[in-house]
């Protein structure tokens, strides 16, 4: 693989993290009761984008086709 091609990969995917922290920071000026909401929303938005993951799916059928 090309060196280049790792390193824009790798500063492609730091910052697309970063980007999801900074999402996921509550902002100060809503209320606690709102906080607690939209963390509640935000919670189930990061599940079901860890639960359809291409690596989890990859890893998944891998481990039921060993099981099989």
């Not at 990969?9 to 606690?32: E, F, G, N, R």
């Not at 509640?40 to 099989?68: E, G, N, Q």
């Amino acid at each position: 693989m090309d060196q280049s091609f790792a390193r824009e990969l790798q500063k492609y995917i730091s910052q697309q993290i970063t980007q999801l922290k900074h999402w996921l920071k509550p902002d100060p000026a809503d209320s606690l009761a709102l906080k607690i909401v939209k963390g509640i929303y935000k919670l189930l938005a990061v599940l079901v984008l860890t639960a359809l993951s291409p690596v989890i799916i990859i890893v998944l059928v891998i481990a039921f086709l060993a099981a099989f």
